[in-house]
């Protein structure tokens, strides 16, 4: 049964209000299952099942699914649609409140898709993980810096954005911006398929974008290093249209002939904006100015 379908059977109207657009497409289904690279013995957390739908399709590629449904409406429904699908876990409630680890610990372990050979069920948790979701829009970015926050992160994460904010999220110089840097700094980036409206139920306004991460083994920064490297990131591009001096003296505190020198010292122009400095810049940069700070 198709999407359209499934939704008039189960008398499913989206919310707006929770930014709900039904992907229905197969095509476009299968091509984000393919982007995850899923094998038998992964480990997937979806965000936001909605009626099951890309569900559905990696319940038969994955091992276990971890399916974090925010709607209350939608999960007795989902948890009848899923009910085939013995590997896939429905938890309700925020993803941005939920104690991943736990739920994590909570899973069996790899389970055989359906028609795979049966596999054995382990007792040890696993921490490494697949992201795969179709994001609501409003929040895309608050459920990626819950992920990168994680003391196990995902290994790679899948999913479907705006198309405008898969442009910003693998952006580079002259065109960086904080969302750039924030993803880039946890993963290497790419949009793996433009995806017009008419793929989804209702149809949003504007086009979107499947986006693959592939995150970093290692971080350049410890945690606390990386939590002021933020900080002074943003910083830097809380004044856009001003050379990029003129916030990073007010964020760090230093007059404007301290935070030249240092931005001379590292090979960067003070007349240039933020949106012109690379990742590796921001980084060098950033070990200057954390230097100077207790």
Not at 148 to 177: K, L
Not at 261 to 275: F, Q
Request: proline content about 9%; overall charge positive; glycine content about 6%.
């Amino acid at each position: 049964m198709d999407q359209r379908s499934l939704l008039r059977r189960h008398s499913v109207r989206p919310r707006k209000g929770m930014g709900q657009h039904f992907l229905v497409s197969r095509d476009i289904l299968e091509a984000i299952a393919a982007a995850a690279s899923l094998q038998p013995d992964d480990l997937v957390v979806e965000v936001g099942p909605g009626m099951g739908a890309l569900t559905q399709v990696i319940a038969g590629q994955a091992g276990q699914i971890l399916a974090v449904e925010l709607d209350q409406e939608l999960v007795p429904k989902l948890q009848e649609i899923l009910a085939p699908h013995q590997n896939v876990r429905i938890v309700q409630g925020d993803i941005l409140q939920l104690d991943l680890e736990r739920e994590l610990a909570a899973m069996p372990g790899p389970a055989a898709p359906a028609g795979s050979p049966s596999s054995v069920v382990s007792a040890t948790p696993a921490p490494r993980y697949k992201v795969v979701a179709n994001l609501p829009y409003y929040i895309t970015t608050p459920i990626l810096r819950y992920f990168f926050a994680q003391r196990f992160r995902p290994s790679i994460i899948v999913v479907t954005v705006q198309e405008e904010v898969g442009r910003r999220m693998t952006a580079d110089p002259p065109e960086m911006n904080f969302l750039a840097v924030l993803v880039q700094f946890h993963g290497q980036p790419r949009i793996v398929q433009r995806i017009a409206p008419g793929a989804f139920y209702p149809p949003p306004k504007v086009g979107s974008a499947v986006v693959h991460i592939a995150m970093r083994e290692t971080l350049p920064l410890d945690e606390r290093q990386a939590q002021r490297f933020l900080r002074l990131v943003s910083g830097g591009f809380s004044q856009p249209r001003k050379q990029v001096h003129n916030p990073l003296a007010q964020t760090c505190g230093l007059s404007r002939a301290e935070i030249v020198g240092i931005l001379r010292e590292n090979g960067i122009d003070e007349k240039r904006r933020a949106e012109t400095l690379s990742l590796e810049e921001w980084l060098r940069l950033s070990r200057r100015l954390l230097a100077e700070q207790p």
